[in-house]
């Protein structure tokens, strides 16, 4: 039992940071919320499975990706229109957020552009400061992967935001140059 | 590589996140120093990342919404503590004040809300005491119980010090020994956004109890307000420019009289 409280002591410190990923993986509070809760559901139904010797965050971080990632199985409709939503909610301009190139966007909206095996590795690295073999873990994919998507994400990130994806198979092959 | 390999992009960003080592790190360096294009590119991926992380930094000083702690709190306990319950349930179905006002009668101090509002810094209390107080051999990193008085005095003169100058407010070191409680010793910790520090206390059973402090995220006083989650009580204000949690497993009547006595010292303990 004493155990038990103290795990969830140190769940609800991680709370803010949860929030913050989940806020920055699915942009809607409510809905970034949902995720926080299952999340911490699923961390509770395994408690018993956490190594005290591991960081916690880690831990949970996985089983919000795995949520996550759960819930864009289960919802495919969600996972095609979320970030896409992102966009076209803040793009009052009007226009196909997938075609209309060329145009400034605004930082939220670009990372909404990317691909969620580009987003994730980008913020647990960016914006939660892992390293890239805790983001791996987390993401359960290797270290190599990481240090590639996160590249990849941010020459995608830089192009949206200068509004040069167009060009980006033409004159900028420099930015593309990566494993 | 050659120094004149040029290091493509994902070794680049990589090293902007600080994943390249020795001599490799410094081959890098050199490689943005003669190529300003290259350097401008990075520099450009930095300012995203601050960008990011400005974005979305709010997040972390918002107060843990309520569904969300209950989530942590909630979930099989049916058996272990049927009035906690009764607690949660009458929250969820009545609307908050109500049912903790009901619940929690009586006291000088007016109660906190317990829920909605209660500041995010005050689970980093509640977590920095259930990490450290269980500790045997290592429960602070400065001590002041080891060596003769002489010592001890010298190290709660630094611990003070120190603590002051890291935090930028006055850390005082409080008297407990009326209350039974000896000073441990302190830690340095992180908050949201800077430095934190833990005083740990210790009465002649080996109960501890822990005082958090912070600089205050505006100079404002606040009253006292009672937390509990699970076996720990907690106790926290404002004060000037320094917020206090008062955290333990003790009755809340014993941390009320803990965290009054803390609250009425100005000076520092003469030993």
């Avoid at chain 2, 974005?55 to 272990?80: K, S």
């Avoid at chain 2, 830690?187 to 005082?211: C, F, H, I, K, W």
Wanted: net charge neutral.
């Amino acid at each position: 039992m004493q155990a038990d409280d103290v795990f969830r002591n140190q769940l609800l410190g991680v709370i803010p940071r949860l929030r913050r990923y989940a806020r920055s993986l699915v942009f809607d509070s409510p809905a970034a919320d949902d995720l926080v809760q299952t999340t911490l559901e699923r961390a509770l139904a395994h408690w018993h499975q956490f190594d005290q010797r591991r960081d916690l965050l880690v831990w949970v971080l996985s089983i919000a990706h795995n949520a996550h990632l759960d819930q864009r199985r289960r919802d495919a409709r969600l996972s095609v229109v979320d970030p896409e939503r992102a966009s076209a909610d803040q793009d009052a301009q009007g226009g196909d957020p997938g075609v209309d190139v060329g145009l400034r966007i605004d930082l939220v909206q670009a990372l909404g552009r990317l691909t969620p095996e580009q987003r994730e590795p980008l913020l647990l690295v960016s914006v939660e400061q892992l390293t890239y073999a805790e983001c791996a873990e987390v993401l359960r994919i290797p270290v190599g992967t990481v240090m590639s998507r996160v590249s990849r994400a941010r020459a995608r990130l830089r192009q949206f935001l200068d509004g040069s994806e167009r060009s980006a198979d033409g004159g900028q092959r420099g930015l593309r140059r990566v494993i | 590589m050659s120094n004149e390999e040029r290091p493509d992009d994902a070794l680049l960003s990589a090293w902007l996140d600080g994943e390249v080592e020795g001599s490799e790190c410094a081959r890098i360096q050199a490689w943005l120093q003669a190529h300003p294009e290259d350097a401008a590119r990075v520099r450009l991926w930095s300012a995203d990342r601050d960008a990011l992380r400005a974005r979305f930094a709010a997040t972390l000083d918002e107060p843990v919404p309520e569904r969300l702690a209950q989530a942590v709190w909630r979930r099989g306990r049916v058996a272990a503590s049927g009035p906690w319950l009764q607690a949660v349930a009458a929250v969820v179905l009545l609307g908050v004040g109500v049912a903790i006002g009901a619940w929690w009668r009586g006291g000088a101090v007016r109660d906190a809300q317990q829920t909605a509002g209660v500041p995010a810094w005050t689970q980093r209390a509640v977590v920095a005491h259930a990490v450290y107080s269980p500790e045997e051999r290592h429960p602070v990193e400065v001590s002041v119980r080891e060596g003769d008085a002489a010592r001890q005095r010298e190290q709660e003169q630094h611990l003070s010090r120190w603590l002051t100058r890291r935090l930028s407010v006055p850390v005082k070191l409080f008297d407990l020994r009326s209350e039974g409680f000896e000073l441990v010793g302190g830690r340095l910790l992180p908050d949201a956004n800077g430095p934190s520090a833990q005083l740990m206390y210790q009465d002649a059973m080996g109960q501890r109890v822990t005082v958090y402090l912070r600089k205050a995220d505006r100079e404002a006083s606040a009253a006292f307000r009672y937390d509990r989650k699970g076996d720990l009580g907690m106790f926290y204000w404002v004060e000037g420019l320094c917020g206090y949690a008062l955290v333990g497993p003790q009755p809340r009547e014993r941390l009320l009289a803990l965290a009054e006595a803390i609250a009425k010292q100005d000076q520092p303990p003469s030993r």
